[in-house]
């Protein structure tokens, strides 16, 4: 009897210790669901650029080379458009090719800016489960600097993106 009671209390003590073990859920990647827009930081209803405030270019992109190698660059742009809306992409390409995509956020680093004066703020994701960076800077006429910060990731950097107009 001694025997069947030490194996009866060896398992309740079992079953309890893994009952109390912590459980971790981790999300997983909605493809192709956008984050809405009011779940960016900046993002304002019936916001429009007003040009004569700022430096803030919306008729091309701001590109900075991130990455060379035998077979060419990779660049990482910043399409600026009036209604708030900013695009990003990093892609192995030349900015002439990147400033002929589409205006879509489906799949698409984004988000949405505000400026005051010469300041630049914005954030940026692709999808819910992402955690946004976080862009602060400066607008110069043809370039602007930027200090960038992911709080999941511990990634900051500070980089200046050339201006390039668009072709008409």
């Keep these: 009897m001694n025997k069947n009671h030490l194996l009866l209390f060896v398992i309740v003590v079992l079953c309890f210790l893994f009952s109390c073990q912590k459980k971790q859920y981790t999300s997983k990647t909605i493809q192709g669901e956008e984050p809405r ?8 209803n019936n916001f429009f650029l007003d040009p004569n405030t700022t430096e803030l270019r919306t008729d091309g992109i701001y590109f900075k ?6 077979f060419g660059d990779t660049y990482k742009t910043f399409r600026f458009y009036e209604d708030g809306l900013v695009i990003s992409h990093v892609a192995y390409s030349t900015p002439e090719k990147l400033m002929e995509l589409n205006r879509t956020t489906q799949g698409n680093i984004h988000g949405y800016y505000k400026v005051k004066n010469d300041s630049l703020f914005f954030t940026t994701k692709v999808y819910y489960n992402h955690s946004p960076t976080f862009y602060t800077g ?5 370039s602007m600097s930027l200090n960038s910060i992911n709080f999941k990731t511990r990634e900051s950097d500070d980089q200046v993106f050339y201006f390039l107009k668009k072709e008409e």
Excluded: G
């Design 65 to 70: 080379i991130i990455d060379t190698d035998q």
């Design 138 to 142: 400066f607008v110069h006429p043809d």
């Design 37 to 44: 827009t009011k779940s960016f930081w900046y993002y304002q």
